[in-house]
């Protein structure tokens, strides 16, 4: 099966109540370890690339990573439906590149624009999106944290406004709209209860009939995987995520994508310290990339069941 765009999936998402996993990727051993879950859980995937990874691993090295992947599961007997998507893409032009490249879906994030701004430029990005077949999301509210070199005060973060969220999407005419409810970048998300705005996600369901929403720093920062880093000579102290309940919670709703990254970073570091910590005297990579790559594929499996994405790619 060849990349796909989110639109059917999200209307399946949408009408059976779960949502689709979209997982950051930066290396071979991660891409390997989220489709062996995947395969695994016959589940739908959509792979995001940020604009720090598509640096890092460069377009071209990604692009067929991901399609080699494909391949794999096919022969492995499962067709997954995998979307290929450009995670907080800043301006039009990355944009563009990720459209031209290959890419199936590009994230455009306006929301550190003014409200009038973030339009002009959503729909500058849908306008040329949609000739190529390629889907939009976009952002309206802002999120505390740090993404990639995206970095946003508590006090400069804003939740989304509802009527301001039905007005955006008619004028751009993007096909998803991440909302700001609560949920923030990175491994420190909470001092104190974690809390998640749902009434005011109902608010925005409710003007957005059917509309897909997308939860973006909804890492669950699980307290098993810090462990592991700490006892092996890390020191991430005072983290705290999204409850998977709350997630579980989302997804049963107009949330049909929920962004996953640090619980991925926290599962291969805590693997890889692990056989530092152990072994010493060990240079082989593969010695430390396969147990990062197993965890990788552990906690892939773990979010798939927490969304109600698995077996869903049949």
Known sequence: MPLVTSKDLFKRAYAEHFAVGAFNVNNMEIIQGIFEAAIAEKA????????????????????????????????????????????????????KKCIDGGFTSVMIDGSKHPFEENIKLTKQVVDYAHPRGVVVEAELG????????????????????????????????CDSLAVAIGTSHGAYKFKGDAKLDFQRLAEIEKVLPGFPLVLHGASSVPEDLVAIC??????????????????????????CKVNIDTDLRLAMTGA??????????????????????????????????VLGCAGKAI
């Open 44 to 95: 739908p995937l959509i792979i995001q690339v940020s604009a720090g990874a598509r640096k890092y691993a460069r377009h071209e090295y990604l692009i067929h990573l991901i399609q080699a992947s494909i391949e794999m599961a096919k022969a492995s007997g499962v067709d997954l439906p995998v979307v290929l998507h450009l995670d907080h893409g800043e301006d039009f032009e990355i944009c």
């Open 272 to 305: 890889i310290r692990k056989v530092f910590a152990e072994s010493p005297g060990e240079f082989d990579p593969r010695k430390y990339l396969a147990p990062a790559r197993e965890a990788i594929k552990q906690v892939v499996i773990r979010k798939l069941k």
């Open 230 to 255: 700490n006892e092996y000579g890390g020191k991430i102290q005072g983290s705290k995520g999204v409850p998977e309940s709350m997630i579980t919670q989302a997804s049963k709703g107009g949330v």
């Open 142 to 173: 802002r999120l505390a944290g740090v993404e990639d070199n995206i970095k946003v005060d508590a006090k400069d973060s804003s939740y989304t406004d509802p009527g301001q969220a039905k007005e955006f999407v008619e004028r751009t005419g």
